[in-house]
């Protein structure tokens, strides 16, 4: 079936430092890329995305790239904060019914440590 | 952004009850619903796709007879888990879907089964 792997399932870093976290994909029709972060015992929070009619998007801190034709794409945290301290996950849109449904990542715990 | 509720947040249950859960879109019509499990630390796993005014369509492995999902309106789709087991107890959590693709997810229901 579809899958989603994500890299790596836990990062450490220090206030300041830069974050990155890796997810491959293996639909090839897959055309939307979003990451979440999640506190625990919270809902998942859309963060970014990213469609793959781009390469690279980014927000502030915060940017994805996309390489489609190795189907891999990643989440850019610069300046990392105390309050990035969360669970990450990317995910990959494959088609189900009239929506595109989504496969998550396995999540990756970030620590930014003061 | 998109404003998604459910409700409870936290239910606690006998074994063999049944305990339904629902999901709304406050600002926005949703024509498609999802229903994720979430085990702790773990990834969100897709139980289904509920669609407004047609059956849901279920992920392989999940028991339709025994997560029921009703989307009555566009704004409002339920799961019912029917006769509930102590391996039942996880954290559901829906999300409803923009037209581009993007789900917004509800704050999850915390299921304890006694």
């Known amino acids: 079936g579809e899958n989603v792997e994500q890299h790596p399932s836990t990062l450490s870093v220090q206030e300041g430092d830069s974050a990155v976290i890796k997810c491959t994909y293996s639909d090839s029709a897959s055309n939307y890329f979003p990451w979440y972060k999640q506190e625990l015992g919270k809902r998942p929070q859309l963060i970014i995305d990213i469609r793959s009619n781009v390469g690279e998007k980014k927000d502030q801190r915060i940017a994805v790239t996309l390489n489609k034709t190795a189907k891999h794409f990643s989440l850019h945290i610069t300046e990392t904060q105390p309050e990035d301290s969360a669970v990450y996950f990317c995910?990959?849109?494959?088609?189900?019914?009239?929506?595109?449904?989504?496969?998550f990542g396995t999540g990756t715990l970030l620590a930014v440590q003061p | 952004g998109a404003v998604v509720s459910q409700h409870p947040s936290r239910v606690i249950c006998k074994s063999g009850t049944s305990v339904k859960i629902e999901c709304r879109s406050l600002d926005f019509q949703a024509t498609t619903m999802f229903w994720y499990r979430q085990f702790p630390k773990k990834s969100l796993m897709l139980m289904a796709t509920?669609?407004?005014?047609?059956?849901?369509?279920?992920e392989q492995g999940v028991e339709k007879d025994k997560f029921l999902i009703n989307h009555a309106s566009l704004t409002l789709s339920t799961l019912t888990v029917t006769s509930a087991h102590p391996e039942d107890s996880s954290f559901y959590i829906c999300s409803a879907a923009l037209g581009l693709g993007e789900q917004f997810f509800g704050p999850g229901t915390r299921l304890t089964v006694l």
């Open positions: 509920s669609n407004e005014g047609s059956k849901a369509t279920y």
């Open positions: 995910a990959a849109s494959m088609r189900g019914g009239a929506t595109n449904k989504l496969i």
